[in-house]
Structure formats: structure tokens, C-alpha cells
């Protein structure tokens, strides 16, 4: 168990809807990332809050957002929904920004499937 | 830019055999490389990280990955495989000072009795 937190563990939908992932980081991690695991783009990083400021981004989509809450858990909001947005959707934390040295844990990832 | 190449995506071995996972990397300033091992249903844990100094690396569960500059390689190894090996094993470079993980396409490890 790595102490990060995602729920739901499971989410079915259709297409044009809209849905909202959350992950609770380990007890003191300020840093908070999202990545998608899918079978054709394998692992891919989304985008990495810190602190509740947005740090770095990568190919996230304009549909989805994400914002990290003072309490410092966070929500990865997925609109206007595709099949090809079906994946495997983990979160992760460290306790810094994201320095090289710096180990990321992640969560058990929420399955999102869109039919 | 940074990449990882996960050489076979799928590797067989039998119980008790030596463990071999090969991955490349790409990068135009020094690495900092990991090892995540996946669990059937369940998220990435580390396995190991190499950063700076020792050039071999010792993980969790026997694991062990050399990180070699000349071939831009960190293989992962493991003398004697188990059945609880059995998972998909995936190779990341972090990129900058943001924290992003670039991983490669992941190789499935399976353990044969």
C-alpha cells in the first residue's frame, strides 16, 4: 500500500459525459501527478500539481483538467468523453516538487471505461 | 528530449532462471532512471532508482539494474526468478526538475513452472 488513494476504482460511462477522478496524496506529499495508462499510448503523463499550483503539464487533453484542493488531495475532471478515453488512470505523490531524486508513489488507478 | 525503450514486450522465463529486462534511454542531460514493477490489477510500485554515484543498483525483491553511460542502458536482472515475478515491469527517465516520468512501453515478465 503506498498511501495514495484513488477513487473510484472503477467508473463506466458514456460517450459526452462528463466525470471526475480524485486521489488523496501520502500524509505530507505536496506534489500530485496524473498519468493515463492506455493500450495503444502506454503510460503517459498528464500533468503535476504542487502545493496546489499547477507545475508541469504534458498531453492532456483540453477536455480534461485537473486542479489540486488546499487540503492538497486532488481532481482530474475528464469532458465530452470518447471511447478512446477509455484507460487505466493512476495518481501519484512525492513530498517535494519533483526533483530528480525524487521517488513518486502511486495509487491503485481508477478503470474508466467509456462505452 | 528524453525517451525509454523497453527492448521485448514480452520476456518468458522459468522458475529459477535469470531475469533479464533490457531498456534504453535517451537523454541529453544525465539521466535519472527507475525501475516500476505492476501487479495484476493494481497501481506501479518502485522497484528501484538509480540518480547518482553507484552504478549498480539494488532493489526490492532481488532486483537489480546497472546503469551503464556508454550504452545508455539500465537492464534490469534478477539471478533466480519466482512465480511472484510474474507482472509488467516498466523503465521511466525523469525529465528536468518537474518530476515527469517519460516511461517506456513496459515488457511483461511471465514465470513458467
Known amino acids: 500500500d503506498s498511501g495514495v488513494t484513488q477513487t473510484p476504482k472503477h467508473l463506466i460511462t458514456a460517450t459526452g459525459q462528463r466525470v471526475t477522478l480524485r486521489c488523496s496524496p501520502r500524509s505530507g506529499d505536496l506534489s500530485v501527478y496524473w498519468y493515463q495508462q492506455s493500450l495503444d499510448q502506454g503510460l503517459q503523463f498528464l500533468i503535476q500539481y504542487y502545493n496546489g499550483e499547477e507545475r508541469a503539464k504534458g498531453n492532456i487533453l483540453e477536455r480534461f483538467s485537473a486542479q489540486q484542493f488546499p487540503d492538497l488531495h486532488s481532481e482530474l475532471n475528464l469532458s465530452s468523453l470518447e471511447l478512446g478515453d477509455s484507460a487505466l488512470y493512476f495518481c501519484?505523490?512525492?513530498?517535494?516538487?519533483?526533483?530528480?531524486?525524487?521517488?513518486?508513489?502511486f495509487g491503485p488507478g481508477t478503470r474508466l471505461l467509456v462505452l | 528530449a528524453q525517451s525509454v525503450t523497453q527492448l521485448g514486450s514480452h520476456v518468458s522465463v522459468s522458475e529459477g532462471a535469470l531475469v533479464l529486462l533490457r531498456c534504453n534511454y535517451s537523454s541529453s542531460v544525465p539521466p535519472y532512471l527507475f525501475w516500476y514493477v505492476q501487479y495484476p490489477n493494481q497501481g506501479l510500485q518502485l522497484l528501484l532508482k538509480y540518480t547518482t554515484g553507484a552504478t549498480l543498483v539494488k532493489g526490492i525483491n532481488g532486483f537489480e539494474a546497472e546503469f551503464k553511460k556508454s550504452e545508455t542502458s539500465f537492464h534490469l536482472t534478477k539471478p533466480s526468478a519466482h512465480m511472484s515475478d510474474a507482472a509488467e515491469y516498466f523503465c521511466?527517465?525523469?525529465?528536468?526538475?518537474?518530476?515527469?516520468?517519460?516511461f517506456g512501453q513496459g515488457t511483461t515478465l511471465q514465470v513458467k513452472p
Open positions: 521511466a527517465v525523469k525529465s528536468g526538475n518537474t518530476g515527469k516520468l517519460i
Open positions: 501519484a505523490s512525492s513530498p517535494a516538487p519533483g526533483g530528480v531524486e525524487e521517488t513518486q508513489y
